[in-house]
């Protein structure tokens, strides 16, 4: 569950290369409809979640680099579920709010569903390595972003 909750915006983007860039309120529309499905998304993984412990939940683990001790694990506990709620509904108020967006409209959400990929996977991951993966995967959009669409 929590693999396809991280996953999801990034479907999202790559779906959206295939969406015509001359209709930017298309691309804006699904936009906040994956940021939207996601959100909801994350309010199920809150139903699953079982207060009153410590130990993590919704664990999935997969060797990733077996050699090296590496794993693909993920899994939420009592900070790291609301982190992932508020960050899934942060990214819908900012997808509606980032309508105003006039210039390369395409690129701007593909870049806002792949940071938020990446957040969340950084909120989920019980890994080092895997932690990091996904930190260092949020400074290239985060950068594209501000360079692109930011201020003086």
Do not use: C, N
């Amino acid at each position: 569950m929590l693999s396809w909750l991280i996953f999801l915006p990034l479907i999202g983007a790559a779906l959206m290369l295939f969406l015509p860039e001359q209709q930017p309120k298309v691309v804006k529309y699904f936009g906040l409809a994956v940021s939207i499905f996601t959100f909801g998304v994350s309010l199920y993984v809150l139903s699953l979640f079982q207060g009153g412990t410590y130990h993590f939940q919704l664990v999935e683990s997969v060797p990733w680099i077996p050699d090296l001790g590496i794993t693909y694990k993920l899994g939420v506990d009592g900070i790291s579920i609301w982190l992932v709620v508020l960050t899934t509904f942060l990214m819908v108020i900012s997808s509606w709010f980032s309508f105003y967006v006039d210039k390369r409209v395409k690129q701007y959400f593909m870049y806002m569903l792949v940071l938020e990929t990446a957040m969340l996977g950084v909120f989920l991951s019980l890994d080092m390595v895997l932690f990091y993966t996904f930190f260092e995967a949020s400074l290239v959009p985060m950068a594209l972003l501000i360079y692109m669409w930011g201020g003086e």
